[in-house]
């Protein structure tokens, strides 16, 4: 593996989640792998998981771990080709970009969408630039479209918990009080989609993802039909695509509750969190025996490893 990107860099679905299963086992069995290579973690946006589950993978591996809160450590970059530089962005990523290659073997890189500017986000703008200048392998820590270890880990806790072959695993989306990006769902869509598992996807109306990231899920707008059989119901908020970084519903109805939960087959609920309380799903779900979010961001480190390892080991 080079860059990780998306689940397009994925040789083997089946072979990465079995892997990172094993590293839950034996964290420390490719210790060797990072010694003398280093990892850099930049941050242009908060994260709690993110930061601390690669940090903690790379060092499983053996890794040194640089991490810089980009903008706030650093100077503002700026990302556009061929502008005079007299705003407030006093370095260019040309060299930045470069620079921090010269001081990693391994690139990450956390930048959200603007939610203004819907095709300069879903053209990866700011992740393309570090691919193109750093000359290191990338790996993102959530860029404007995706969350792939996210979206790894996801898979990895469903293959942990599913009780059948081919589990019916419910996208919902929920409330919130802010315009969110649609990085995890188009992610967890996106991987879903090649997963062997029966895929549904409920949301108002207007909360249409991209059609490449819904793919071939079942889409409906009766969130209590969706839930009936479920046995993984993974919620998450987001704006909307087609009238770009929207709110246009904030309906307390669409909150997971026990009520909805008991339509399910036993349903795992599922978030990737940070999560807001009897907003996106009530207490008595969170705190019930149906929530599984802690060990699912438990997973985020075996899933950071096992893609480190493939990316270490395509080091020269
Ligand atoms: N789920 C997730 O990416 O969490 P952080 O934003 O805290 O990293």
């Not at 750093?134 to 996210?150: F, V």
């Not at 995890?184 to 993802?209: C, K, Q, R």
């Not at 246009?248 to 339509?263: E, I, R, S």
Request: net charge negative; proline share 4%; with cysteine.
């Amino acid at each position: 593996m080079n860059h990780f990107l998306s689940v397009k860099e994925v040789y083997n679905l089946d072979v990465l989640v079995r892997n990172a299963l094993l590293f839950k086992k034996t964290p420390f069995a490719d210790k060797h792998l990072g010694k003398n290579r280093t990892i850099g973690l930049l941050f242009f946006n908060s994260s709690l998981r993110t930061r601390l589950s690669t940090q903690r993978a790379a060092q499983n591996l053996g890794m040194e771990v640089i991490v810089m809160n980009v903008g706030a450590d650093s100077w503002q970059l700026e990302m556009e080709e061929g502008v005079i530089m007299n705003s407030d962005k006093a370095e260019h990523v040309k060299e930045a970009a470069a620079v921090v290659g010269q001081y990693c073997d391994i690139v990450g890189v956390r930048s959200f969408p603007s939610l203004t500017d819907r095709e300069a986000d879903y053209s990866e703008k700011v992740m393309n630039q570090f691919v193109k200048y750093t000359g290191r392998p990338i790996i993102s820590l959530e860029s404007a479209t995706r969350h792939p270890l996210q979206s790894l880990t996801d898979l990895i806790t469903i293959s942990e918990y599913k009780t059948k072959a081919r589990p019916k695993v419910v996208l919902t989306w929920a409330p919130h009080v802010k315009a969110l990006p649609q990085c995890v769902p188009n992610s967890f869509s996106e991987w879903m989609n090649v997963a062997d598992v029966d895929f549904v996807i409920t949301h108002p109306e207007g909360y249409e993802l991209a059609p490449e990231f819904s793919g071939n899920a079942k889409i409906t707008h009766n969130q209590n039909e969706a839930f009936e059989g479920a046995d993984f119901i993974y919620a998450k908020n987001w704006s909307s695509y087609t009238h770009y970084g929207q709110i246009l519903n904030q309906d307390p109805a669409w909150m997971v509750t026990m009520d909805k939960m008991k339509l399910t087959d036993n349903a795992k609920f599922m978030h990737c969190l940070p999560v807001r309380r009897n907003v996106v799903v009530e207490d008595a779900v969170l705190d019930s025996d149906h929530s599984i979010v802690i060990p699912q961001a438990g997973n985020r480190v075996w899933a950071a490893q096992v893609v480190l390892k493939e990316m270490l080991m395509g080091l020269n």
